[in-house]
């Protein structure tokens, strides 16, 4: 089994642009988590969808912040415009109903500048 | 709302030695427990986990960790630590129906 994808890996811009993050999930799994990754404030959940259906997005920090789930294998967060604030390493992770854990992906680290 | 807290930020210790990586959760009614490793640029991989049965769960990589109902904790533990394990540590808790809440992590410094 590949795991879960991330695209891509690094991800520099400009503050002001428009930035979009890529997630394969595990085929097969049902549920796909997005988190962030800083420092100052650790590991944190962002959305996560359930049959390709949003069920929490209360993490999403602000409106400029948008995810989306076109179908059972692909994903997207998108960050419209960017700012220097939201430079982490996104993570994408995606689990199996009644099975709990989650398997992550590897990462997308993203600087604006 | 269900939590854990990771008591130790870093942990440094020497090859070979035990280590303890200490955790503790919110007390609530069917507790799942896990805990991740995250090795330097790359994603969170699932150590081992709890969900009912023997306290002493087994995992990859010969850690191990107890569940302790009474003190409500889930400490990490391995008797002899490798340079090669050196990482982070996240201790987590299953709240709702599938979603987790991570610790603040914990910090393994292996050195010679």
């Known amino acids: 089994d590949a795991g879960v994808i991330q695209s891509p890996r690094h991800e520099v811009t400009e503050m002001g642009q428009e930035v979009t993050l890529r997630c394969k999930p595990i085929?097969?799994?049902?549920?796909l988590f997005w988190y962030r990754q800083t420092m100052m404030r650790g590991l944190e959940l962002l959305i996560y969808?359930?049959?390709?259906?949003?069920?929490?997005d209360s993490g999403m920090p602000e409106d400029r912040f948008s995810a989306k789930m076109p179908n059972a294998s692909f994903s997207t967060l998108k960050i419209q415009p960017s700012e220097p604030r939201d430079s982490a390493v996104y993570f994408c992770?995606?689990?199996?109903?009644?099975?709990?854990?989650?398997?992550f992906g590897p990462g997308t680290r993203l600087t604006v500048t | 709302a269900q939590s854990v807290t990771q008591l130790d930020s870093q942990v440094p210790v020497f090859e070979e030695a035990p280590v303890e990586l200490r955790c503790n959760y919110s007390?609530?009614?069917?507790?799942?427990l896990f805990w991740y490793v995250q090795y330097p640029n790359q994603g969170l991989q699932l150590l081992l986990k709890?969900?009912?049965?023997?306290?002493l769960v087994k995992g990859i990589n010969g850690f191990e960790a107890e569940f302790n109902k009474s003190q409500t904790s889930f400490h990490l533990r391995k008797p002899s630590v490798h340079i090669s394990d050196t990482a982070e540590y996240f201790c987590?808790?299953?709240?709702?129906?599938?979603?987790?809440?991570f610790g603040t992590g914990t910090r393994l410094l292996v050195s010679p």
């Open positions: 992770a995606s689990s199996l109903r009644g099975h709990y854990e989650q398997y």
């Open positions: 085929s097969g799994h049902d549920y």
């Open positions: 969808f359930n049959n390709n259906v949003p069920i929490d």
């Open positions: 007390s609530s009614v069917s507790v799942y």
């Open positions: 709890y969900l009912s049965g023997s306290t």
């Open positions: 987590a808790v299953r709240v709702g129906f599938q979603k987790l809440v």
